[in-house]
């Protein structure tokens, strides 16, 4: 079965860019059938979408972050990563990546089924 | 963005009960409504897709319903491992946004 595994520095210092990468085993990043997302969960709080990309390269961001994310897919390491800029203690979270279901026929976007299990990421000096 | 208001954010329960849990949309979404169960720790588990039909694997106890810009997720008969924060999040329209969450506890 697909499983997803999230990679990435937890230390980051404020001001520089947090970098993570998503691997995905036992299925293919390119398939047209689904999505791929970064969430990320502040402290004690709710659930927080950051954006999504698909096989092709399309993505889409939260505008709440849009001036500092960066979503990518290289297919040939079967990966997709995320980079968020000038980071603050408010970026400090766990960030899950996870796959969605997408009906390209209908332009419907479907749950979100596989999860990574989540990396802790603090900024901190 | 479209708003999604859980309610309530949380509830006591026993053994057995009967759970419903609700989110309401800002505006329509269709049946564009998902939810997850997130156990401390871990990462979230979807549930219900597209406001009603249920994910595989996931136990038939968990049900989803809509009406209008209201959705309903019900558990017939709370079971231990059932205890935990539950989520609604809608992918209508972009940014894809969650309600706040509702945590069920044990009476």
């Known amino acids: 079965q697909v499983q997803l595994q999230e990679s990435g520095p937890g230390l980051v210092k404020p001001s520089q860019t947090l970098s993570l990468t998503c691997t995905v085993s036992?299925?293919?990043?390119?398939?047209?059938?689904?999505?791929w997302s970064w969430i990320r969960q502040h402290p004690g709080k709710g659930l927080e979408w950051i954006g999504y990309i698909y096989y092709s390269g399309s993505t889409y961001y939260n505008p709440s972050l849009k001036s500092r994310v960066t979503i990518s897919v290289d297919t040939s390491k079967n990966q997709f990563s995320l980079k968020l800029s000038s980071v603050t203690a408010a970026d400090t979270a766990v960030y899950y990546c996870?796959?969605?279901?997408?009906?390209?026929?209908?332009?419907?976007?479907?749950?979100?089924?596989?999860w990574g299990q989540g990396t802790t990421v603090t900024v901190s000096s | 963005d479209i708003q999604m208001t859980q309610s309530p954010s949380s509830l006591s329960a026993s053994v057995g009960d009967r759970v419903t849990i609700t989110c309401r949309a800002s505006q329509s979404i269709s049946s564009s409504l998902n939810w997850y169960q997130q156990k401390p720790g871990k990462a979230p588990k979807l549930l219900i897709y597209a406001a009603s039909s249920l994910q595989s694997g996931v136990p038939s106890r968990f049900s989803g319903s809509a009406s209008g810009t209201d959705f309903t997720l019900t558990i017939s008969s709370l079971q231990p491992e059932d205890f935990a924060t539950y989520y609604c999040?809608?992918?209508?329209?972009?940014?894809?946004?969650f309600g706040q969450g509702t945590k069920v506890e044990i009476k």
């Open positions: 036992g299925g293919s990043i390119s398939s047209g059938a689904y999505y």
């Open positions: 996870a796959r969605g279901g997408y009906d390209s026929y209908y332009y419907y976007f479907y749950g979100m089924d596989v």
């Open positions: 999040q809608q992918t209508y329209s972009t940014p894809w946004t």
